[in-house]
């Protein structure tokens, strides 16, 4: 606003001049002199405004050896507001109005692409144009039907008065009734949305029960708690797009001495609080990025308009439970679910970002966390002793901002798939999504090397396609064997995914290229290892399928047990009645083979609409459950969970 009232002083003070009694081209040359120096940036960036008042005065630079004093000091007001009038108008007949200049200049270059600030500046220039001409007309009464004084002092300052007033308030107002437009559809929209329904729907009561009842035996040595993390929007969202947004909820079934107790509760996120205070959902999501009434936030209130709610996945290191989100800070919780604050185990004054798949090698106890960047083309890396020391951090720069939601590590890489979904922050508000597939650009494949991972990265590049999830990866004497489930696109609707499959990609050191394998043909996601093989050789992969109906990417009803080394598979089907999420493995006190344990799950019962929690025995999957646990209440479909060892 500052720039465009500068760029209207010389005018102004053209105005105050011409009432003095000094020589008229001394007037024109002051005027002259100071719209050089008050635009002087804006000239070489060739704005309108300044080069039009420049043009103007050297034009009336010339005419004053043509005309008479009087009759420029006569005419002077006329003139320049004409002259004012005319460039507005014309600048909005040839779609470049004044105002959009200035207005890029105090916004960031991505705001320059939503569909309302063009619009916006035609309507503030028009003002200006209307403005202007209203004083032009002030000043041609004032000359030829003599016009009184203060008729035309008040004709000509209220105008301009108005449209200073105008410029500052109306981008706002504009925009707020842009965004409210656009949150009413959004939460029309949510009516109908798959993901707020069935065994999706949220739940909102915090539990605590202990003495479940239990089908079956929980083995006497198992003692522990299994924590799965998921979305679980408090309030109605006017935002919801299923894995990507909504509160985190924390469900865990805590089991000692054969028995079992269940907790759920929320992760009290800084957005969550100012939630519950007003009442109602303020933060949007992905597809939807905005703070429904801003007006009503407190100076203190985060900012953010997409809904952070760290519900993607829950870990333990160095003795600490981290439930994790996407490329932000993750929240530390206890043991007891209650939320701690934000996590920050390098100590610094903004936590980290973090990814929701971090990768331990259980050879060191080290722990490597990737983030990639929402605004730069760079991903960070922090890589974590089993104390929580961080050993070392860097970034990494890549050629656009990827949506990287997994990695995966090796015995000397971590390894880290750039598949083209490329980042556009304001998409929701252009019509788009945050996350876009980009079909014209390569996956490329980097090869970061753990013992100096600010070297040399060794890249590789690929046909595009698309994964969201690593079983693992391993090296031989000159390959990298890689396994993860491969989708030929990807698009921010859950129930517009084509099937995803298992896939292996081994990569030869030697020739420095990849190439791709096809494992199974069933549509498969979450896919789960025993932890102790990360990073090393593995057998057995365990992964939720659907074999009812292969095309249905949303729900499972059987858990995939596949021999890497065989390319067979068995199941353990609980038929149509059931939906099953992601199956933990957790090994067996003393165990000497790799499937030598249990797969804890979560499973919902469709006719009761209840939940129970399975406890599968690993090296006979298709055999009868060892215990099924009844919970409490339904558990809504959610994404990654842990199995943390007692005592808690």
Known sequence: MLRIVLGFFPWVLYSILMGMSIQRETIILITLASACLL??????????????????????????FFFPYTLLLKHGNLLSNSALAALSWLSLVFRRPFTLQYAREQTAKE??????????????????????????????LHIYANLSDALYQTASYIPLGFAVWFTMKFPDWYRQRK?????????????SNFFLKGHFAPVTKELDQTNLPIEGELPKDLFGVYMRNGPNPVFAPFSYTFPFDGDGMVHAVYIRDGHASFRNRFIETDQLQVERRLGKAVYGGVDCPFIREPGLLLPEDPTLPVKLGRF???????????????????????????????????????????????????????????????????????????????????????????????????????????????????????????????SQLETQIALVSRANPSGPILWMQSEPFFTFHFANAYETEHEIKIDYVRYPKFTMKNNELDPGHLYRTTIDLRQRRCSHRQIDDRNVEYPRINESKNASLYRYAYIPSNLIDKNNVDVFNAIMKYDLKS??????????????????????????????????????????????????????????????????????????????????
């Open 39 to 64: 635009g002087y940036k804006e000239l070489k960036k060739r704005f309108v405004l300044p080069w039009s008042t420049v043009i103007f005065f050297l034009l009336l630079l010339a005419l004053n």
């Open 111 to 140: 705001i320059w692409e939503l569909p309302g600030f063009f619009r916006s500046n035609q309507i503030i220039t028009a003002v200006w144009a209307g403005s202007f001409t209203v004083c032009a007309g002030a000043s041609f």
């Open 179 to 191: 965004i409210d437009r656009l949150i009413q559809i959004s939460e029309e929209a949510q009516k």
């Open 312 to 438: 993607i996945h829950v870990i333990r290191h160095a003795n600490k439970y981290i439930a994790l989100h996407e490329a932000n800070p993750a929240y530390e919780i206890n043991a007891h679910l209650e939320t701690v604050g934000p996590w920050n185990p390098t100590q610094s004054k903004i936590p980290i970002s973090v990814n929701p798949h971090p990768r331990l090698d259980p050879a060191t106890g080290e722990l490597y966390l990737i983030s990639y960047d929402l605004d730069r083309p760079i991903v960070t890396y922090h890589v974590l002793d089993a104390k929580g020391k961080l050993l070392r951090e860097g970034t990494i720069d890549v050629p656009h901002c990827y949506m990287i939601h997994d990695f995966v590590l090796t015995k000397n890489y971590f390894i880290l798939f750039l598949c083209p979904v490329v980042i556009d922050k304001l998409g929701g508000a252009k019509g788009k999504h945050m996350f876009n597939w980009e």
């Open 567 to 648: 390319d067979q598979a068995l199941t353990h089907e609980f038929g149509a009645e059931y939906e099953v999420g992601e199956a933990v493995f957790v090994p067996k006190p003393h165990a000497t083979e790799e499937d030598d344990g249990y797969l804890m799950l979560f499973a919902c019962h469709r006719p009761t609409h209840r939940t129970d929690f399975f406890l599968l025995d690993a090296r006979h999957i298709s055999a009868k459950p060892i215990a099924r646990v009844s919970l409490p209440q339904r558990v809504p479909h959610g994404l990654h969970g842990s199995w943390m060892a007692g005592p808690w």
